[in-house]
């Protein structure tokens, strides 16, 4: 009875210890959890927030596409050969995940990218996207020419900046077909009011896919 007793009499103060464990416990889980959802979206941008997944690429060049993203191919590019005329458009959304994405995996953490307070402070009066992120979407286009596109060089000149969350294209034209399989392409960058933010030139070898991508392809497909 006397055991009993004083369990009785600590029982509340035991209560009150175990209710306050279980609570640091359930915050120590969710912080947990959502450490891991952080980094999970990090390194897998099908769990982006705003559900544009991946999906099936649209031709066998590619690995994976995305519902916001649009392209185009004109002029014989849409036929399987690459020739002069030819121009291929990809057109996409830079978003704030991305930015800070592109920061980290390239080390540019210039704040300029990525401290409002502090870019309001610069000549753009904004923070705006990495230049070398928006030109990325040359090689995205480069990428959608019919065959395997290898870059051999490229110029870029930085017209205009890009705001973050703003649709940019790029647009990229063959202008001379230097010798077997090997072009030479104006690479243009165009902002959500098609003002002209980058203006540049390539030069890239297309050489013809592997033997077992039409079929891993279409096997997808």
Not at 15 to 39: C, G, I, P
Not at 118 to 132: D, E
Request: aromatic content about 8%; hydrophobic content about 35%; proline content about 4%.
């Amino acid at each position: 009875m006397q055991e009993r007793s004083s369990s009785s009499t600590a029982g509340p103060g035991f209560a009150d210890t175990w209710r306050q464990s279980q609570k640091h416990l359930s915050n120590s889980v969710e912080h947990f959890y959502n450490s891991v959802m952080a980094a999970n979206r990090a390194m897998f941008p099908t769990l982006a927030a705003d559900g544009d997944e991946r999906q099936p690429a649209a031709s066998p060049e590619l690995t994976y596409s995305k519902e916001s993203w649009t392209f185009e191919r004109s002029g014989e590019a849409g036929e399987g050969v690459v020739t002069v005329g030819d121009c291929v458009r990809f057109s996409k959304r830079l978003t704030d995940d991305e930015i800070r994405l592109f920061a980290d995996a390239s080390g540019d953490t210039n704040r300029l990218h990525l401290d409002e307070e502090y870019a309001a402070g610069t000549r753009f009066g904004r923070r705006i996207v990495h230049g070398t992120l928006v030109g990325g979407l040359v090689s995205a286009a480069l990428a959608r020419l019919p065959g395997l596109t290898i870059y051999l060089s490229q110029d870029l000149s930085f017209l205009s900046p890009v705001d973050v969350g703003e649709r940019v294209t790029a647009e990229c034209t063959v202008v001379d077909a230097m010798g077997p399989n090997k072009y030479e392409l104006t690479t243009d960058v165009f902002g959500a009011d098609d003002e002209q933010v980058i203006e540049g030139q390539a030069v890239v070898l297309v050489d013809e896919l592997p033997e077992t991508t039409q079929v891993e392809y279409e096997a997808i497909a």
